[in-house]
């Protein structure tokens, strides 16, 4: 049975930070590009960002510079650092396992972010 299971959401201020994991189980987890995605009342999900493996991860324009993601492997777990967080950043953020490959693609069951003074 193949888990995504997100943790470390929670409210914080304007200029704070979060750190967010997602811990993946029943996957050969090297074998999945690893995604965050975040979906705000009333928006699509979007894309903000993406580790093909631990040297190759790209990020969504708003997020650059504020955000960082990691992956251990060896964990089958990956982080996304968000860091100077703004009212904006506020949405459900989603883990995702993706393997075109294997034709997989697997979700978390999202964790709530809130940004708010």
């Known amino acids: 049975q193949v888990q995504l299971v997100e943790s470390g959401g929670g409210s914080v201020q304007p200029g704070g930070s979060l750190k967010l994991s997602c811990a993946a189980s029943?996957?050969?987890?090297?074998?999945?590009?690893m995604g965050w995605y975040r979906q705000a009342p009333g928006k699509q999900r979007e894309l903000v960002a993406v580790?093909?493996?631990?040297?190759?991860?790209n990020f969504a324009d708003s997020v650059k510079g504020r955000f960082t993601m990691s992956r251990d492997n060896a964990k089958n777990t990956v982080y996304l650092q968000m860091n100077s967080l703004k009212p904006e950043d506020t949405a459900v953020y989603y883990c995702?396992?993706?393997?075109?490959?294997?034709?997989?693609?697997?979700w978390g069951q999202g964790t709530q972010v809130t940004v708010s003074s």
């Open positions: 995702n396992a993706d393997s075109r490959l294997l034709g997989r693609n697997y």
């Open positions: 029943g996957i050969f987890f090297s074998a999945y590009a």
């Open positions: 580790a093909l493996n631990a040297d190759n991860i």
